[in-house]
């Protein structure tokens, strides 16, 4: 492996520079995949059947704390990887860890709001709204399960292995990642939460 | 548990397949552990991670499933040759129907093409290996055991039986209770997520690993027509990721998308699969534009007439792809505005593909033409399919389509394109590029007999369809009278079939014939041929070239050969390989599991294997094997080997 040293270290080889723009296309398809969710809950916004529709079930307040964590996630994520650039590796573990701790605070909110819909009576089953809604969102809290999982297990190979052409490589495209995430939520928050809610 | 939901009843024939395959399996592990070649299998193919041997493996699924589809066809076309023919009953013949299309399809012409690319592609580009070779082999994986989920359908369970469209609210759970489209869903979501995944694996591919000089105008055909049909596998093959996890909510948790009361919406579906389905036809035959390209120009001995516009047209094509889905249900109801958009749009697919064409012919003109097997496919195709566009451009006017649609008619238009666009395509590439894998050709004399059997049967088979549709027989009917005056054309399409049968039987007879007999190739281009695959010994060494190529014009092989541009110029030095890894067949197998667990709503399993595949994936994550590098010395020496000489 030949490391170029006048590039970051995440882009230093060829394998690496060709996983971060594998990385990017493979975000060309998470769009495709997101904007098809999307159109699929635009078509059936209305369609809510005699169950509950969009103002009746949603709140402003978990919605905003959830926008908050992710959204500052984003931006320790950042802080990590400007971190890395600089190679302090322990403020990077630790930017990185409040990074994944936000995207579990994330996730629980998620978990109970979607609890609080079930028991208002609005399920997976009861409307072709609630189902898109549901798949939705279920599809992105999805990614950021996986990204906790997948993120704590660059946090283990960070603490064992320091910051390699390897682990500075995957922390970077982790962070793409986590970025992408936000940005759907972005929309989320816009074009189901606030548009439901007007 | 409920046991009954696993068996299929009361088919001698569905009895016939499960003793077939069940001997089929005791044969391959009785062979297998006879011949002692278990170690050989794990160590040389199943973990490979080889990309010649992955295309390999690919196209030896493809031709399994070409046969499995086969015998469909020909059942059906059995059941349809007379008059009220008592062969298969209408709920099996729904299931071969489907099945039919599924797997020739997607199981059969994508895997044959992805095959293709993956031998030829890193070969095309003076590339060492694809981008990711690991990933390259999980793509195939997921494939194969997806393919293989959708085959155990018909002996376990039910297979599916609401078209290969599976349109809604037939698909529901109301109107298809068995698990058939339980299957249909998962299947087709495993195997796509493999698609997906090589979509991503050869755009980096082609755009980061090609050899020094290869500008993208200096790119042969074929890799151009590949770089496009990932493209378009990247954005298209979410939209079915979608549509099919929908799907199966709707069939598994009981949501309501596709439903025809509390708000849901069956044509939701309808637009959502051609979304995926109409690229995914463009997936299938821009890759065979590419390869007819290559066959033409070489053995016109000339250069591609039109390069340029040959690119550009399949850029078009591409894009309009995405913007006629709606042609596939003119009938369906949605307005006159709606459906005179996408007749033009899709009318105006017919202007780049004439340009291709024109084209071809161009190169052909003035050539010096020999007349090999796989020129002979490519010299057919020509005009097949352009009976099968203009057919196209008939169906495209949304008016005139209120007559053909769901008849023979639109049948015959779609197997005029997909047989000549796809499948001599892949049988042609097959023949042309053989020599390369196995330092061999085809016996060309069998080859031709082939070729006469298939493309006369061909036009036998189909070209009837056409007359049938006109006269008012529609598609996916199972049986008729002896009044609708439909018996002898289908009778005459029958005995079609029956030809292609003949005809696919001797290809692989040659097959076997040739390995035998066949005398081997001494320098790696048998056909003095003129792209960068040419350029290295067959069969091909694992690291491909021994020195990188640098590349300074278009055909960069012919030029090395004709204008002795030099094309070698480096020093061999050691060379960085990948190292096998048995972990993307285990997650291919974790995910079959899944799959089958899902498929019969058994949660405990389906749990158990989700948190296997993150385990796996997590594996592969700590893996640190960085692989291993080939000496200089023993590259040397493999060279010499080959060669019979020093480079």
């Known amino acids: 492996m030949k490391i170029d040293a006048s590039k970051p270290l995440e882009y230093s080889t060829e394998e690496n520079s060709n996983k971060i723009f594998g990385f990017w296309v493979f975000l060309g398809a998470e769009i495709a995949l997101f904007a098809t969710l999307f159109t699929v809950y635009f078509v059936m916004v209305d369609r809510f059947a005699s169950g509950p529709s969009g103002p009746d079930i949603f709140e402003i307040g978990p919605v905003m704390i959830e926008t908050l964590l992710l959204l500052t996630s984003s931006f320790t994520i950042g802080l990590a990887v400007h971190a890395m650039r600089h190679g302090y590796q322990k403020a990077m573990m630790v930017f990185f860890g409040l990074t994944l ?54 946090l283990i190979q960070l603490k064992r292995q320091g910051i390699t052409p390897a682990t500075a490589n995957k922390s970077f495209i982790f962070s793409l990642y986590w970025h992408f995430l936000d940005v759907v939520w972005i929309f989320i928050f816009s074009f189901v939460y606030l548009k439901g809610l007007m | 548990m409920d046991w009954d939901k696993f068996k299929v009843h009361g088919e001698p024939l569905i009895y016939g397949a499960m003793a077939s395959i069940v001997l089929a399996t005791i044969g391959i592990i009785v062979g297998l552990t006879y011949f002692k070649k278990w170690g050989y299998l794990w160590r040389e193919w199943l973990t490979t991670v080889d990309h010649k041997r992955i295309g390999i493996m690919y196209i030896l699924a493809a031709l399994l499933m070409l046969f499995r589809g086969g015998v469909d066809a020909i059942m059906m076309k059995l059941q349809t040759a007379a008059p009220d023919m008592k062969f298969l009953d209408a709920q099996h013949y729904n299931e071969v129907f489907t099945t039919h299309g599924l797997i020739m399809i997607l199981f059969m012409a994508m895997p044959f093409i992805i095959g293709l690319m993956n031998v030829i592609v890193p070969l095309q580009i003076g590339a060492r290996d694809v981008a990711f070779p690991r990933l390259n082999a999980v793509s195939f994986w997921l494939f194969f055991f997806g393919a293989m989920l959708l085959n155990i359908s018909f002996v376990i369970g039910g297979s599916p039986d609401a078209g290969w469209s599976a349109y809604f609210p037939l698909a529901s759970l109301e109107f298809s209770p068995t698990v058939g489209n339980n299957y249909y869903s998962l299947a087709l979501q495993i195997s796509g997520i493999g698609t997906l995944i090589t979509g991503v694996n050869f755009i980096v591919t082609i755009l980061k690993m090609r050899a020094p000089g290869m500008k993208l105008m200096k790119m042969p055909m074929f890799t151009w027509s590949v770089l496009i049909t990932n493209v378009i596998i990247v954005f298209a093959f979410p939209v079915l990721t979608v549509a099919l996890a929908l799907m199966m909510f709707d069939r598994l948790f009981g949501s309501q998308f596709f439903t025809m009361a509390n708000g849901g919406m069956d044509m939701l579906w309808a637009n959502l699969f051609w979304v995926w389905g109409h690229p995914e036809v463009y997936i299938v035959v821009l890759p065979a534009f590419g390869i007819y390209s290559e066959i033409i120009a070489t053995f016109s001995k000339k250069n591609l007439y039109g390069y340029t516009s040959m690119v550009f047209s399949m850029l078009i094509i591409s894009l309009l792809s995405f913007l006629v889905w709606a042609h596939h249900f003119y009938t369906m109801g949605q307005g006159a505005m709606v459906n005179s958009f996408f007749s033009i749009t899709t009318m105006a697919i017919a202007v780049p593909t004439g340009v291709k064409i024109f084209n071809w012919l161009f190169t052909l003109r003035k050539g010096r033409i020999s007349f090999t097997t796989p020129m002979l496919y490519s010299l057919a195709f020509i005009p097949i399919f352009t009976i099968g566009g203009v057919t196209g451009v008939m169906l495209a006017m949304a008016s005139a389509d209120y007559q053909y649609h769901n008849t023979m008619f639109l049948v015959a238009h779609f197997h005029y394109v997909l047989i000549p666009g796809a499948v001599f395509a892949v049988i042609a590439g097959f023949h042309y590029w053989f020599p390369k894998v196995f330092g061999f050709r085809l016996n060309e004399r069998l080859g031709k007999h082939a070729f006469w059997w298939i493309v006369i049967s061909f036009n036998v088979s189909f070209f009837p369809l056409f007359l049938l549709g006109l006269m008012g027989m529609t598609r996916r009917q199972y049986t008729y009278s002896a009044e609708t005056g439909f018996g002898p054309l289908s009778m005459v399409s029958f005995v079609g079939a029956i030809g292609l049968v003949v005809g696919f039987v001797i290809l692989v007879y040659n097959i076997y014939w040739s390995t035998r007999y066949e005398p081997r190739d001494t320098d790696g281009d048998p056909w003095d041929a003129r792209t960068l695959e040419w350029a290295t010994k067959s069969p091909i060494p694992a690291y491909n070239f021994a020195v990188v190529p640098n590349v300074k014009t278009r055909d960069a092989y012919w030029s090395a050969k004709q204008d002795k541009v030099p094309l070698f110029e480096d020093k061999i030095t050691k060379i960085h390989m990948p190292s096998n890894t048995g972990k993307p067949f285990i997650l291919g197998v974790i995910f079959f599991i899944a799959g089958f667990s899902l498929v019969f709503s058994l949660w405990i399993p389906a749990i158990l294997s989700g948190v296997g595949i993150l385990i796996v994936m997590a594996a592969m994550s700590f893996d640190r094997d960085h692989g291993f590098y080939i000496p200089a010395e023993e590259v040397i020496a493999t060279e010499k080997k080959l060669r019979g000489e020093t480079v």
């Open chain 1, 101 to 154: 701790l936000m995207g579990l605070g994330f996730l629980g909110i998620e978990i109970m709001e979607f609890v609080t819909y079930v028991h208002e009576g609005a399920t997976l089953q009861t409307s072709g709204f609630l189902s898109s809604l549901f798949v939705l969102l279920g599809t992105h809290g999805a990614h950021v399960t996986f990204g906790f999982l997948w993120g704590a297990a660059i």
